[in-house]
């Protein structure tokens, strides 16, 4: 089963928070963004739920990590999540 798949089914299940952060506080949108997971993304911004303009401890968005690490696709989705 791929990464997709697992996410798939764990927001399926209507219990997960889509902005619960990390201790840098990073939400699973901004490790998308940051590693270039456009499925993921995809299925987050699906949700309807995620907030886009989340900010890291450094005060990062994933619109940011996303520029930074050149994923143009990636930019172009958040971009129009607005």
Request: aromatic fraction near 2%; charged fraction near 25%; avoid cysteine.
């Amino acid at each position: 089963m791929g990464h997709e798949a697992v996410i798939q089914l764990l927001l399926d299940t209507g219990k997960v928070d889509v902005d619960v952060k990390d201790n840098d506080g990073r939400t699973p949108l901004i490790m998308a963004a940051s590693r270039g997971h456009k499925a993921i993304i995809q299925l987050l911004l699906g949700t309807g739920k995620v907030d886009v303009d989340a900010k890291d401890i450094t005060g990062r968005t994933p619109l940011s990590w996303a520029s930074h690490r050149g994923y143009k696709d990636i930019v172009k989705l958040l971009e129009n999540s607005h």
